[in-house]
């Protein structure tokens, strides 16, 4: 394993976004940054910014107004990265799946690489998908389009 | 002139790595002060590798001739130390790469580096008058700007020079950007004006202004430690003191405004460094 990929899993640095969710899954991310989980050990940093991100993290349901945000952002963040839907809304649309604003899941709008199942995902599950989501980050080359 | 060459060579790759070491040293402090963990200490080494291999986006063309000028002007400036030569030239080259920095952000469209870039230009204002009076300093005592006079001299600078040496520390907060004077841009919280004049670095780029920055702390504990050039690993255990001294200080101030800095460090960096040279002055009668 070479140098850069390397330390494409050592350091994540993680976007959080918030769709339209009920602001539970987005609370235990923030739970993963304090104390008890401290991933700051793992390198892992939450940024305000989507031009320093490696990983997005994504809550809640797509729906109408934030599609287009989202995939703003996406395009924002620099090859590689890496797409994660948290929590069942993000997965699937969960309990808002049929609501008349709501488009589903975000993998109606950007392509996912790992979805964490739960209402709420608890901190152990956000982590669990970020290592797995490090795997495929470390292979992905720079350049992909 | 081999020695020299030799010299500049050696400084120019071991201070990365001190740099980038206390840059690690300072995540792990500030986990541990926080009750966490923290990242290992060569985690700024991983950010860089990582950063070296992302994708490169252009938001403007000129950005990156003011990024490349901020590393060479910051690099001749360290040049200018480990070759012990002018003090003045030294101020003056590191102004030049605040500039670059602050041209830099004003070259792109975002709003929040425009807004991180002006807040720049008043730390720039904040901290450039007190290290010319630094300057000014070394010059009254030894009558020369030359750091190589201030290695001749047996007596510490730090015995006439403390009321400046406390100016300075007030420069280093502001130029490492740590609370309470972390405006432009900040190291650790991240979200208040997005990343200010870093926003819109990415990749390579980005990589390239941390490498500047490992630069950058070398070259202000360097400093730090002609206030004890004689022998000078007293000077650099002042230096390190004075990094660990920064790190609780930026732990446990919370951000100021940009005004308040600037009245600081002018009521403060300035008074004190008049009085200072003032003084050199009156006793030594210096012409
Ligand atoms: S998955 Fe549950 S906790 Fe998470 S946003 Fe949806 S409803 Fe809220």
Not at chain 1, 59 to 64: F, L, P, Y
Not at chain 1, 86 to 106: E, I, K, R, W
Request: with cysteine; charged share 15%; hydrophobic share 50%.
């Amino acid at each position: 394993m070479g140098l850069i990929q390397k330390s494409r899993i050592k350091s994540p640095w993680i976007l959080h976004f918030d769709n339209s969710s009920c602001n539970g899954c987005d609370i235990e991310i923030l739970a993963c940054l304090t104390p008890l989980y401290d991933v700051e050990r793992f390198g892992m940093v939450n940024m305000g910014n989507p031009k320093h991100a490696d990983v997005l993290l994504i809550t809640g349901s797509v729906n109408r107004r934030t599609a287009r945000v989202l995939k703003n952002l996406y395009e924002q963040v620099p090859d590689p990265k890496i797409v994660i839907a948290v929590g069942t809304c993000a997965s699937s649309g969960g309990v808002f799946h049929n609501c008349y604003n709501v488009l589903g899941g975000v993998d109606k709008v950007i392509p996912v690489d790992v979805y964490i199942p739960g209402c709420a995902a608890r901190p152990e599950a956000i982590i669990d998908g970020v290592v797995l989501a490090l795997q495929k980050l470390a292979n992905l080359r720079g350049d992909k389009k | 002139m081999i020695n020299q060459l030799i010299t500049i060579i050696v400084a120019l790759i071991v201070a990365p790595l001190i740099g980038g070491l206390l840059f690690g040293f300072d995540r792990k402090i500030t986990a541990r002060l926080q009750g966490r963990y923290g990242p290992p200490i060569i985690q700024p080494f991983y950010d860089f590798f990582k950063l070296l291999g992302k994708e490169r986006i252009a938001v403007s063309k000129l950005q990156f001739i003011w990024i490349y000028g901020y590393l060479i002007f910051m690099v001749v400036s360290l040049v200018f130390l480990v070759l012990k030569l002018d003090f003045l030239l030294l101020v003056f080259l590191l102004g030049f790469a605040g500039v670059c920095f602050v041209l830099g952000a004003f070259s792109t469209k975002s709003p929040y580096a425009h807004f991180g870039a002006n807040r720049e230009l008043l730390q720039i204002l904040a901290y450039e008058p007190v290290l010319l009076f630094l300057a000014l300093g070394i010059y009254a005592k030894n009558g020369s700007f030359l750091i190589n006079e201030i290695f001749k001299q047996d007596k510490p600078l730090l015995f006439t020079l403390w009321p400046l040496f406390i100016a300075v520390l007030v420069v280093l907060t502001i130029k490492m950007r740590k609370s309470p004077f972390d405006i432009s841009t900040s190291h650790h919280a991240h979200q208040e004006i997005v990343r200010g004049t870093i926003t819109e670095y990415s990749g390579p780029y980005y990589a390239l202004i941390q490498l500047v920055e490992w630069y950058e702390l070398v070259l202000l504990l360097g400093i730090i430690a002609l206030f004890w050039a004689n022998p000078l690993w007293v000077g650099i255990l002042i230096a390190l003191g004075t990094f660990i001294l920064e790190l609780l200080i930026d732990n446990i101030a919370a951000r100021m405004t940009a005004r308040w800095m600037v009245r600081l460090s002018w009521s403060v960096g300035l008074i004190l460094g008049i009085i200072n040279i003032a003084y050199l002055y009156l006793t030594k009668g210096v012409a």
